[in-house]
C-alpha cells in the first residue's frame, strides 16, 4: 500500500497542518488501545417514534467496529447521534474522556471524527478536488481579505493543502476526475470521493455509513482495502455500518448488534455470530 | 484547431489553479477587457453609454453579488433591492454630511452599510429556508422602502424625500461624460468580479457550495452554517451595495426609493437565474440578457411593424413587449435551466473538440 | 373601544380576501411544488376578461339585462382561466418537471409578465367596472353600545362571506372528491402518484384551473371594490405574508395566515403607524410572517422538515 | 443539443439587434421634434393615456393649422410605464433623434427629478406643467426646469384659499382639522411644505396619511379619517389612488363635499367607477379643467378626429387629462414660436434656443383666445426669475355625471410660496455646489 505510506510523509506546509502530521499516530499503532469513545444509554426519538432505546457501546482506539442490525434498527441514527447531527434526548457520549450531553457537529469535527454518509451527500455541484478540499476547511485558516485577494498566506495555504489532497486522490485512484463534478461520477466512484473527503480531514476516527452499500464485488474488495489501509497504516479508528455479513465478520474486531433501536448483542464476529437473538432478529427479517 | 488545452502542461499547483487554466481563455478574457477599456469608448455613441452600456455594468455587477448569496450560497434573495437602496443613501449621507469625503470611499461606505443591514437581514437564514426564506427576503425591501421615504435624515430633510448628487469627482478625476462614467463603472466591475471570483475558488466559496448542496454534511465536516450563510449574505450585500451606490450616484444622479423597488429585484433574480446560478460569467451574461432585450424589442417592434407597413400604437407596443419578455424567459428557463452560462461552457467544450465531434 | 371593534372586523374582513388569494397559492403548491407568483397577475386576467365580457355582451346580444350579463361573462371569464391552465400546463410546467423550486418561481415570474402584457392587449389598460350588486354603502351595528356605532363596510361583509364560502367549498372539494383525493395524492408524491396511474398533466390543468377560479372570484371581489386595472395584480404582494405565515401546503394555513395578517397589519397601521408616521402596513405583514417563522421555519400548519443523512 | 444551439444563436442575435435597434430612426426634415413620454401602461395608465393623446392630438391641430410659421411638428412617443429608468432610458434614447428634442415632459415625477440632473449638460428643456419639483420655479437656479402655470405648492395654496373662503376666512380655519392623504412617494410629499407653512399661519391641525404606491389598499387611512372626524381631507393622489379614496370614503361615510383632490386627482377616469357616490367630491384645477366647449377642443374634434386622424377615443377630447396633454403640446409649441421670433422665423429651433422661448414666454389673453383657449386659460409671461408664470387655478366639483366649476378664480398667494421656492432652490445649489445664475446670463 505505497500509495499509503505516500500519504504520512511529511508535507511542505505552514505550521498548523505541519502540526496536525506531527499529531498523526505513530506506524506501529495497529494494536488495540483503550477506550477512545464511549456511548452511555443513548435514547432518541422523533415525536412519538422511538429511533433509539438506551443504547451504550464503547470503541477502542485503533479498532474496527461494526454497527450492524436489519433495516431501519436505528444504525444511522445512532452515528447521527455521535456527530452531532441529532440530538439525543438521553444518555451522554464521552470523546476522549470528555463526556457530552449531545454533541456539536462542529465540536465533533474538531476533535478529529469524520464521517461518510449512506446515501452520498456529497456536494453535486462541486468538482472531486474541491469536494475533498472542503474535509481541509478545519485547517485552513486566511481570513476573507486575503482569500479575495488570493495572495500572500491565503495563497500558500491553499496551495499546501492542495497538496495533500493530492495525496489522497491518488491513494483512492481517481486522479482521472480531479476536475469532473462528482454528480457526473458513477456511484462506486462517488463512494470514494466521499471517504476522500473523510481522510482529508486526517481523522482520528472514521464513522462509515455503509460504504459498501450498492457495490459490485470488484469495488468492494477496492473499498475493503482502502478501509484496512486507513485503519492499520494510520492506526485511525474505524466505526462502521454495514449490511454484508461477510465483509463484517471479515475486518471488524467488534461488532454491536441493533435492531428496533434497541441494542440485541455485542462482542467479536464470533460471540455475535452465535447469539441467538441475534439470529433470530436475521432470521425474523430478510437476511 | 486552435482552442486546445494539450501541449499546455501545468508545472505546479499554482499554475493549475488560475482562473482561466487554458492560455487562450486568458488570453481572451484580456482582450475583452482591453476592448471594453479602449475601443468600446471609441465607438459606442452617448445613447449606447447612458442607456445600455452603464446601466448594463452597473446591474451585472448587482447580479454578481446577488448570484454570491443565491448562485454559491443557495440562500434565495427577494430582497436584493432594498440592499441596493441601502447602499445608494448610504453613500449618498456620506457624500453630503462628511466634509471631503472623497466619492470611491463614500460609495465603498455604502457598501460596507449595505453589509451590515444585509447580515441584519440574513440571520433568519439561520433558521427559515429556500422559499419562506425568499419570501421573508421581501421583509427587507419594503421595510427599505418605507424606511427612506419616511425617515427624512436619511434624505437629509429634502421635502420630497427625494435625492440627488452633484458632479463626481474621484482621484482628482472629473467624472462626468458618459464615456468617463462608463470607464468608472468598469473599473469597480472588473475589479469586484475579480475578487469575487477569487472568494468562491477559496476556503470560503467551498463552504458557500458546501452549504449550498448538502447542508448537514457539511456540518458534519466542520462548517459552520452560520459563518458560511452570514459570509455569504456580507459579501453578497456589500457587492449590491456598492451597486446601488453606483446606480444613484453614476446612473440617476437624483433617485427615490421606487428606483430600488421589488421589481429590480425580481430583475436582478432574473438575471442570475437566466444568466446562470453559481456562475461570476452567467452574472454578466444575464444582465446583458435582461436590460437589452426590452429596450431591443422596445425598439425593433415599432420598426418590425414599419417594415410589414402597420403602425404599432405605443400601448400595443409595451404590451407586446412584455408578452415577449415573459415568453422568452419561459423559454429559456426550458431550455437550459442553468442559464446561458451553461450554453457559454457547453460551446466551449464543443470548441476545443472541434473539429472532432467526440 | 367601539373604534376598536371596528378596525378588528375591518382587518377580519381584508384577512379573507388575502386568504382567499392565498388559498390559490397554497393549492398549486400542494399539487405541482410550484410557488405561483402568476397568482397577482391571473386575478388581474381573470377581472379584466369579466370586467370586458360583462360590457361586451350586451352590446353583443342587445339583452340589457345585468343578470345575464354577469353570468355570461363569468362563464367566459372561466373559460379562459381554464385555457390559461392549460397552456400553463402544456407550454411551462410540463416542460419543468423535476427543476429546482427557484427555477419554478422565475418561470412563473415570465408567465405573470406575459399574462400582463396579454391581458392588457386583449382587453384593454383602462380602469373597468364590475358591479354584481355588491351594496357600497357602511352598515353600523351596537349604536346603542358606542357612539357612532361600529362601521361595517356591507360590501366587505359580502365579500368575506363569499370568501368564507369558497374556501369552505374548496375544502370540501379537496376533502371529500375523488378528485381531490388524487390531488392530495400527487402533492404528497409525484412520481407514486403517477405509478398508481393519476394522470399528473391532467391534475395539474384541474388544479391550475381551480387556482384561476379562486383569481377569478377574487379579481370580482377586488375588482368591484378597487375598478379593474393594472394594480389589482398587486394583491398578490399582500398573499405572500400569509401564505408563508400559514406554511406553503396547508389550507387552513391559508385561512387563519390571512386572518391573523389583516387584522395585524390594519392595528398596527391604525394603532403602531401614527408613532412611526404611518404608512407602515405593508412592511409590518412582512414582519410579522418573518416573525412567526422563526419560531416555526416551516409556517404555522407547514409539514415540519427533519434532515435525513 | 439542437435547441441549445439555437437558444444561444437567439440569444446572440438579440444581443447584436439590440445594439442595431438602437439606431433606429425615421428620416425627417425641418422639423420641430417634440418627444413624449407616455405612462400608456402600467399602474397609472387609465390617467395618463388621456394625457398623451391629448399631447399627439394638439401637435396634429398644429401642424393642420400651418405648423410653426411652416415648421412641421413630429411627436414620437416612448413608453415608461411610469418608472424612472425607462424614463432615463426614452430620455436618452430621444433626446438626440430628429434633429434634436425641442422639449421634455416626463409626466413623472421621479423622471422629473432624474432629468433634472441631465438636461442641463444636454442643453434640453423640460417642462413640468403642475408637477417634479416646485423648486424649479426659481429659474435662477433651474435654468432648464418650467413648471409652467403651476406646481404642488400652488396647488396646495389653491385649495387651501377655497377651503377658507367657503368657511368664510382663513381665522374661520382655527383650530380645524385638517387631514392630507398623500401618495407616498416624492410626488406625494412635494405638496406638504405648503401644507404645514399655511397651517402654521393659520393655526388649523394638519394630520398626514401617507399611503403606499400603488394605493390600492386603504382601509386602514379611512378607519383613522373616520376614527379623527378631520374637517376636510385634502388628496394628493394619482392614479388608482384616487378612485380607491373615494370607494373607501363612501365606505367608511365620509363626506364626499368635505374632500378636496389636487389637479391629479381630479379626472375622469377617478370618479368613472365611483359615478353618482363621488357626488361632491372637489378637486382644483391648473386653470383647465373639463373643456368639451372649447373652441380649441372643437377645432381637434374637426380638423383632427374629423380627418380619422385622432389618437384616442373621440369621447375622451375635452375631458381634464386630455386637456391637460393639449395645454402642455400649446406651451411647448408656443415656446418655440417665440424662440423663432428672436432665433429665426421658419427654422426649427435647437433646444437650447427653444429654453429662452420658455423662459420670455408671453401669451396675452388675445394670443390665447386666438389659439382657442378663450376660457380656459389667463395669461402666462414667464421671465428669468420666474419660470412658472402665472399661479391662478379654479375648483370643480363632480355633480355625479360631470365636474362642474365651484369657485372663481384663485390666485396662489405669491408672498408666500415665492420665498419658500428661493429657500428650497437655494438649499438644492447649495448640495450641488451651483451658482445662482448671473444676470447677464439671463440677457438675450
Known sequence: MTNATALRAPLPVPGDVQAANDAAPPVSSRKIGDIILDVQNISLAFGGVKA???????????????????????????????????????????????????????????????????????????????????????????????????????????????????????????????????????????????????????????????????????????????????????????????????????????????????????????????????????????? | MLYRENGQFKTSYQADQQIFPISQDRLAILLLIAVAAIVVPAFASEYMFRAILIPFLILSLAALGLNILVGYCGQVSLGTGAFMAVGAYAAYNFQVRVEGMPLVASLLMGGVCATAVGVLFGIPSLRIKGLYLAVATLAAQFFADWAFLRISWFTNHSPSGSVSVGSLQAFGWRVDTPVEKYLFCLMFVVVFALLAKNLVRSAIGREWMAIRDMDVAASVIGIRPIYAKLTAFAVSSFIVGVAGALWGFVHLGSWEPAAFSIDRSFQLLFMVIIGGLGSIMGSFFGAAFIVVLPIFLNQALPAFGSLVGLSISTAAVAHTELMIFGGLIVFFLIVEPHGLARLWSIGKEKLRLWPFPH | MGFFLETLFGGLMAGMLYSLIALGFVLIFKASGVFNFAQGAMVLFAALAMARFSEWIPEWTGIESRLVANVGAFVLAMAMMVIVAWLIEKLVLGKLVNQEGITLLMATLGITYFLDGAGQTLFGSEIYKIDVGLPKEPLFLFESTFEGGVLIGKEDLYAAGIAAALVLVLTIFFQKTGTGRALRAVADDHQAAQSIGIPLSRIWVIVWSVAGFVALVAGIIWGSKLGVQFSLSLVALKALPVVILGGLTSVPGAIIGGLIIGVGEKLSEIYLGPMLGGGIEIWFAYVLALVFLLFRPQGLFGEKIIDRV | MKTRSLTMAVALALAAAGSLGTSIAFAQDKVQFFPSLTGRTGPVAPNATPFANGYADYMKLVNARGGINGVMTLVEECETAYATDRGVECYERLKGRHGGATVFQPLSTGITFALTEKIPNDKIPMITSGYGRSDSADGGVFKWNFPLIGHYWVAGDVVLQHIAKKEGGWDKLKGKKIAVVYHDSPFGKELLPIVQERSKMHGFEVQLLPVPAPGVEQKATWLQIRQQRPDFVIMQTWGVMTSTALKEAVATGYPRERMFGTWWSGAEPDVRDVGAAAKGYNAVMMQHGAEFEAPVVKEILEKVHGKGQGTGPREEVGSVLYMRGVVGAMLAVEGARAAQEKFGKGKPVTGEQARWGYENLNLTQAKLDGLGFKGVLRPISTSCADHMGSAWARVHTWDGSKFVWASDWLQADEQIIKPMVRASADKYAAEKKLQRRAPSDCQG
Not at chain 1, 149 to 169: D, K, N, Q, T
Not at chain 1, 229 to 250: A, K, P, Q, S, Y
Not at chain 1, 258 to 277: A, F, H, Q
Open chain 1, 52 to 287: 433509539l432505546t438506551d443504547i451504550s457501546f464503547n470503541v477502542r482506539e485503533h479498532e474496527i467496529r461494526a454497527i450492524i442490525g436489519p433495516n431501519g434498527a436505528g444504525k444511522s441514527s445512532m452515528l447521527n447521534c455521535i456527530n452531532g447531527v441529532y440530538q439525543p434526548q438521553q444518555g451522554s457520549i464521552t470523546f476522549r474522556g470528555k463526556t457530552f450531553k449531545h454533541m456539536n457537529s462542529r465540536q465533533v469535527a474538531e476533535m478529529g471524527v469524520a464521517r461518510t454518509f449512506q446515501n452520498l451527500a456529497l456536494f453535486k455541484g462541486m468538482s472531486v478536488l474541491d469536494n475533498i478540499m472542503t474535509g481541509r476547511n478545519l485547517r485552513m485558516k486566511s481570513n476573507l481579505f486575503w482569500q479575495a485577494l488570493r495572495w500572500g498566506p491565503a495563497e500558500r495555504e491553499e496551495i499546501a493543502h492542495r497538496e495533500f489532497v493530492e495525496r489522497i486522490i491518488d491513494f483512492l485512484e481517481i486522479q482521472a476526475y480531479r476536475k469532473t463534478p462528482v454528480g457526473r461520477l458513477p456511484y462506486g466512484l462517488q463512494k470514494r470521493v466521499d471517504l476522500g473527503r473523510a481522510l482529508a480531514m486526517e481523522p482520528q476516527v472514521l464513522l462509515l455509513d455503509e460504504p459498501m452499500a450498492g457495490m459490485n464485488v470488484e469495488e468492494k474488495q477496492d473499498m475493503c482495502r482502502f478501509i484496512l489501509d486507513v485503519n492499520d497504516e494510520f492506526g485511525t479508528t474505524i466505526v462502521l455500518i454495514e449490511h454484508d455479513m461477510g465483509v463484517v465478520m471479515d475486518i471488524s474486531d467488534r461488532v454491536v448488534v441493533l435492531d428496533y433501536g434497541k441494542k440485541i448483542g455485542d462482542g467479536t464476529p464470533d460471540e455475535v455470530r452465535s447469539n441467538p437473538e441475534v439470529i433470530k432478529a436475521y432470521l425474523g427479517t430478510s437476511h
